[in-house]
């Protein structure tokens, strides 16, 4: 099955710096990898999502890269806020029906001001 | 975009009694349900996988007589843990998807389980 490594497990920034998170998988059947913002207490919230057909999507200060042939796909975080603090979790799968997303680790972003 | 709810948010049992959690998807047919499960500073753990009108497919781990998952319609999978332990306080987190080929999954917001 599918298994997603992510690094790092913590990241601290200063405000306004840019912020990367790095993931890997082993299933080269995935084609679907979204992130997701993770607040205390809450369920996991779609910040973006890339699908195999593309190399790069990005959406104001968020953007994601992939490299299928690495099997490697990247968060980037421009110009970050106090509010962006909080734990970031990467997951993969393939466009089959009913299979689900497997999770990274999560890195725990901290911006401080 | 799709909405997933789940109830209760939060419910606190004693030991050796049974917790039912509800998912539904409120504005949307969910061909497809799915349960994790999240320890303290952790990842989220796939338990299974469920099917409107099928059983459920279980992770290798997870004891299917222990956590009873029904998808009986297209809008609501039920979670039951029976007999439930101080080590299966968690937080659990259902997610839907819609039609075949949909890659998006949509979460709830979590129900906050401590069994005392």
């Known amino acids: 099955g599918e298994n997603v490594e992510q690094h790092p497990s913590t990241l601290s920034v200063q405000e306004g710096d840019s912020a990367v998170i790095k993931c890997t998988y082993s299933?080269?059947?995935?084609?679907?990898f979204p992130w997701y913002k993770q607040e205390l207490g809450k369920g996991p919230q779609l910040i973006i999502d890339?699908?195999?057909?593309?190399g790069e999507k990005k959406d104001q200060r968020i953007a994601v890269t992939l490299n299928k042939t690495a099997k490697h796909f990247s968060l980037h975080i421009t110009e970050t806020q106090p509010e962006d603090s909080a734990v970031y979790f990467c997951?993969?799968?393939?466009?089959?029906?009913?299979?689900?997303?497997?999770f990274g680790k999560g890195t725990t972003l901290s911006v401080s001001s | 975009g799709a909405v997933v709810s789940q109830h209760p948010s939060w419910v606190i049992c004693k030991s050796g009694t049974s917790v039912k959690i509800e998912c539904r998807s409120l504005?949307?047919?969910?061909?497809?349900m799915f349960w994790y499960r999240q320890f303290p500073k952790q990842s989220l753990m796939l338990m299974a996988t469920?099917?409107?009108?099928?059983?459920?497919?279980?992770e290798q781990g997870v004891e299917k007589d222990k956590f009873l998952i029904n998808h009986a319609s297209l809008t609501l999978s039920t979670l039951t843990v029976t007999s439930a332990h101080p080590e299966d306080s968690s937080f659990y987190i259902c997610?839907?998807?819609?039609?075949?080929?949909?890659?998006?999954?949509?979460f709830g917001p979590g129900t906050r389980l401590t069994v005392t």
């Open positions: 469920s099917n409107e009108g099928s059983k459920a497919t279980y």
């Open positions: 997951a993969a799968k393939s466009g089959q029906a009913g299979t689900a997303l497997i």
């Open positions: 890339i699908r195999s057909n593309v």
């Open positions: 504005d949307f047919q969910a061909t497809t």
């Open positions: 299933d080269s059947a995935s084609n679907y």
């Open positions: 997610s839907a998807s819609g039609a075949s080929g949909d890659y998006e999954q949509y």
